[in-house]
Structure formats: C-alpha cells, structure tokens
C-alpha cells in the first residue's frame, strides 16, 4: 500500500499492480483506415483524416498524430516588449503556419531564445488549462502537473480543460429597462437557452446554458446552447429575444442593446434612495420631487428626507400602491419608458392635488433614477401642471443623478460544477480534492482567474469570463462546454491528498516538452501577461463560500 492507494478513514488492504496507463485506446472499428485516427479527447470519439480536424475544432490529425490545435496559455507578470509570444514545444509538430517561424530554442530565427525556465524567474509563470488538452476518458493524470517555488515553498498545480454538462452563465444587465417577466424562456436562434431569474439592485438577471437545456432537449437546442455559450464564454456579442418582453445584445464587459437601443446608465438608486440622497440640494430649488421607478417611486415631502429638512407638504396624490410615506409601489407597469415603467408622460402616475393643501405655482420636478427622463412643471390657477422649461439649478442636480450612475454593462460569469469525473486528473481518491479544497489547501482557478467556490457538496465553481483569457471556452458535439481549471496548493498537501506524485514536473521540463503525453497534446506554449485585476495565482487562498 503507497501514499497513492490510501483510503480515507478505511483499514488497509493489499492491492494488486495498477494495469498500465494507455495514451488512446483501441479504435472501436477494426475496419477504420489506418490513416485515420481516432480521438479519445471527448465521447464522441471522432475518427479523423490526415489533414483534418474532429467536429469540435479543438483537435486534429496530423501526420497520423492527434494534436491539439490551440496552444496552451501560460501567464507572466510581465512580458519583454518584442518577446516572441508563440513558441512551439521542443520535439512536437509544429502548430500550422508556424513551420520556419522558430528556432530549436524556442525563439523566432534572428532573435534571443524566450525565457526558458530559469529557476529564479519561476515565480513569474503561471500554466493555465487554456488549451491544455483533457483528462478525458478521467482515468489518466492531468495533462499538466507542474511543480514550482514560491517564497521557497515547493508548489503544484494541476492543470486541464474540464468538459462540462452541469454547467452555465449568469448574466448581470446593468439596466432598468423591463427585459421579460419572471421565469420567461430566454430564446437563441428560436431555441430556448436560458431564462429570466430575479431584479436585482439596477440589474436584471438571466441563466443561461445548463445541463438541461445542453442534454435534456432536443439535439438543435443542445447544440444552439453550446454555441451560444462558447460565443459569450469567449467575450463575444450573442443576440436573444426574451418571450413576452424584449430582444437583447449581450456582450462581456460592453452596454447592453435592449431593443435596438444601447443602454447608457445604470440607475443611482431606486426612487426612494435617490429622494434620500438628493433631498438636500433638491431643498429650496424645488417645492415637490418625484423619481420615477418600476420598482419604488420616491416623493420628496412626504418621505422621511423631506419631512427632516421641514418641507412643506405639496398636496400630491399618487397612483399606485403606497408602501411606507413617500415610498409607492406599482404606479405603473413594467416597460422601457421612465424609469422601467412603461409609460411616456410622467404625470399620468399622479391622480390630483388636494386643493386645501397644494397651491398656484408650486414647482414640480418629475426625474427618472437614471436623471435620463426629467420634466420640470409649474401648477397654474387650476392646480394643473404646465410644464416649463427647467432652471439651471434644478438642471445640476438632475445631471448630477446622471453623474452618479455608473455605465449600463452587461456581466458574465462562468458557473460550472467541477466535483465529478476531472479530479481523477488530479488524485486517485477524488474526495480527498474535494475537502482539501473546502479545507483552503487548494485555490481553484479557471485560466488564472480566481475562481469563487460554492459552499456546500461538490467543487462548484464561479469566474468572471473578462478575468480569463480569450477564447478560454470551448464546446464538444455531446454537447458540453469545455473551460479550463487549475488546482494550485502546497507539494506536501498535494502528496496527502493521494496526487499524482510522480507525474509532476518542474517548469523547465513542462516549458521545452509541454504535456506529459502525446496523444492530443498542444503543440506550442502561448505567453499572455496577467491581467491587472488578477492576483497571482499562486500562494493565493481559495474564494470559499
């Protein structure tokens, strides 16, 4: 019995030999030609011409060996300006249209060999599972297991791209616009790919992807999920169309299009805060102030703001449902117009004046939460607003709502289970990852970027798509979405956790060879630098829930 075949909290037991690990196994067809090859890189099991590649795209034939087309992603702190960013690995085909393009080095002819593995420089590399190639079919270690140094501790990580059923996006739209009711399908190409979850402070949110609508449908939707998916995965712009409410252009990191319009702000606060926030410079411009909101409509002298600053009561009667003073719900339906609501004219959510209370020439500034709709009224002899053009005082503050809101975008997040199959890459006793990493011996990363760890069973797993590298994502015909992880933690704790110790490679190694097998290996080294927003992942504590 070895450190490698120990059970947890089981007595020990004499096993036999492990049988010999095998790169591929035997093609499924005897009669497949033998310039044919078969990939083992997913299910599917694509048999692939010479020249060719598998239906994902990720992997081909070349010159009857199976390689993966990508290179694999390496971070540094900080890239030499002119430094080769490709460098095809030492004695690997190289990737196509590079042939010529390198030195034995590593190196473009005619310039200095890229770094190559000097030990005291180990701490600026970091190796993502981009393009990493898999552990699929999961009996077999990681492609690659690399041991480092930081601060003078002995470091592994545990690299692979994980191909994912349980898994999806949730989409954050910074917007007050009304996107669909509750629960609505959200539809790609006609196939319904997601749905609408909750409101939350200025944003709707959606789920998109997932294990049913990946495996649980028909085959077009599966595969329209997948697509979508790996296209806003990979920071790219996907159209959907909301059922009963709107049509949508999401994109990491850029403003939302709901229906054609590009969204510019998102709100400051719901009408009740912005009452609260502005009360004080409102006071004295303004005799009565209503902010118009889907979700609270905020009125000036009858909140708890205007009565702390002794605001004479204005006599308003509002539509709606009235929460707490100054506080209503429901003075209109959803929709695009003011505020989220759906209406167009402001003053159709006031019902009158109380004639013993309002008076001729009271001044009336109606506002959206965003200061993106503003009117300015006057009440005549009649009690009836009349608008009029607005003072440049009361025009300040309506801009400085405008002022507070931060830019409208729309927000991506990967959320994937990674507690099944892919740590057999990892360990030969899964579980053991799975504590060690709610033990915060393990930081998860996905491409280098923190990766945020669900509290409960299982590794599940949250990442930002604009903290991780481009192009990150991939798909395979099941379908499933393919991401990268890694595991990062102390050589001791990786050799108590049952690792696969003897698969473990120094960086030198990893950067001149790349992965420890051949079948389906990437074929050249990608450098990226670190993005700013990222810590190094290295010696980093993992994002527990």
């Known amino acids: 019995m070895t450190e490698h075949t120990k059970t947890d909290g089981l007595p020990?037991?004499?096993?036999?030999?492990?049988?010999?690990?095998?790169?591929?196994?035997?093609?499924?067809?005897?009669r497949m030609s033998g310039a044919k090859v078969e990939c083992n890189a997913c299910p599917v099991l694509c048999q692939i011409s010479e020249g060719r590649a598998g239906a994902c795209d990720r992997y081909a034939n070349q010159a009857g060996v199976l390689v993966r087309l990508e290179p694999v992603v390496l971070l540094r702190?900080?890239?030499?300006?002119?430094?080769?960013?490709?460098?095809?690995?030492?004695?690997?085909?190289?990737?196509?249209?590079?042939?010529?393009?390198?030195?034995?080095?590593?190196?473009?002819?005619?310039?200095?060999?890229?770094?190559?593995?000097?030990?005291?420089?180990?701490?600026?590399?970091?190796?993502?599972?981009?393009?990493?190639s898999t552990t699929y079919?999961?009996?077999?270690?990681?492609?690659?297991i690399v041991g480092s140094q930081v601060e003078g501790v002995d470091m592994v990580t545990v690299v692979t791209e994980g191909i994912f059923s349980y898994c999806s996006f949730k989409v954050k739209i910074d917007t007050d616009r009304f996107l669909g009711p509750e629960q609505a399908n959200v539809r790609c190409k006609g196939e319904v790919v997601g749905h609408v979850t909750t409101a939350e402070y200025g944003s709707q949110m959606l789920s998109l992807g997932g294990v049913h609508h990946?495996?649980?449908?028909?085959?077009?939707?599966?595969?329209?999920?997948?697509?979508?998916?790996?296209?806003?995965?990979?920071?790219?712009?996907v159209e959907l169309t909301i059922d009963g409410g709107s049509q949508l252009v999401i994109q990491a990191g850029q403003a939302p299009i709901v229906n054609g319009v590009a969204e510019q702000r998102m709100r400051v606060g719901c009408g009740s805060a912005a009452i609260?926030?502005?009360?004080?410079?409102?006071?004295?411009?303004?005799?009565?102030?209503?902010?118009?909101?889907?979700?609270?409509?905020g009125v000036l002298t009858e909140h708890q703001a205007g009565r702390c600053l002794d605001m004479r009561p204005s006599g308003i009667q509002m539509r709606g449902r009235k929460s707490?003073?100054?506080?209503?719900?429901?003075?209109?339906?959803?929709?695009?117009?003011?505020?989220?609501?759906?209406?167009?004219?402001?003053?159709?959510?006031?019902?009158?004046?109380?004639?013993?209370?309002?008076?001729?020439?009271?001044?009336?500034?109606m506002t959206s939460t965003t200061g993106e709709h503003a009117s300015w009224y006057v009440l005549d002899e009649a009690l009836r607003p009349v608008e009029a053009s607005m003072p440049q005082d009361v025009r300040r503050i309506v801009d400085r709502i405008g002022e507070n809101c931060e830019p409208s975008l729309a927000s991506v997040l990967f959320l994937g289970g990674a507690g099944g199959s892919l740590r057999a890459g990892v360990t030969e006793n899964p579980v053991l990852l799975t504590r060690s990493?709610?033990?915060?011996?393990?930081?998860?990363?996905?491409?280098?970027?923190?990766?945020?760890?669900?509290?409960?069973?299982?590794?599940?797993?949250?990442?930002?798509?604009?903290?991780?590298?481009?192009?990150?994502?991939?798909?395979?015909?099941?379908?499933a979405i393919v991401a990268p992880i890694e595991f990062s933690m102390r050589r001791a704790d990786y050799a108590a956790l049952g690792g696969h110790i003897e698969q473990i490679r120094n960086l030198?190694?990893?950067?001149?060879?790349?992965?420890?097998?051949?079948?389906?290996?990437?074929?050249?080294?990608?450098?990226?630098?670190?993005?700013?927003?990222?810590?190094w992942p290295l010696g980093q504590p993992p994002l527990l829930g």
């Open 12 to 30: 020990g037991m004499d096993t036999p030999d492990l049988p010999q690990v095998l790169e591929r196994a035997r093609p499924r067809n005897d």
């Open 77 to 132: 702190k900080t890239l030499e300006a002119g430094e080769p960013a490709l460098v095809p690995f030492a004695g690997r085909a190289q990737p196509p249209g590079q042939a010529g393009a390198a030195t034995e080095d590593g190196a473009p002819a005619g310039t200095a060999p890229a770094w190559n593995g000097d030990l005291l420089l180990s701490e600026e590399v970091f190796v993502t599972g981009v393009g990493s």
């Open 508 to 535: 030198r190694e990893v950067l001149a060879q790349g992965a420890w097998h051949n079948d389906g290996a990437p074929q050249a080294r990608l450098w990226q630098a670190l993005p700013a927003s990222n810590p």
């Open 324 to 365: 707490t003073p100054g506080r209503y719900f429901q003075v209109a339906n959803p929709g695009t117009g003011w505020g989220g609501t759906d209406i167009a004219d402001p003053l159709s959510i006031i019902e009158g004046w109380e004639p013993a209370v309002a008076w001729p020439g009271l001044r009336l500034l």
């Open 437 to 479: 990493i709610k033990q915060a011996l393990v930081n998860v990363t996905c491409g280098g970027a923190p990766a945020y760890v669900w509290p409960g069973g299982g590794i599940t797993v949250m990442a930002d798509v604009l903290r991780m590298p481009d192009n990150s994502f991939g798909t395979v015909p099941t379908p």
């Open 137 to 144: 079919p999961d009996y077999k270690p990681a492609p690659f």
């Open 276 to 297: 609260g926030i502005f009360a004080r410079q409102f006071y004295g411009h303004v005799d009565e102030v209503v902010v118009v909101d889907d979700h609270i409509t």
């Open 214 to 237: 990946l495996t649980g449908g028909t085959k077009k939707e599966g595969r329209i999920t997948a697509e979508m998916m790996q296209l806003l995965g990979n920071k790219h712009a």
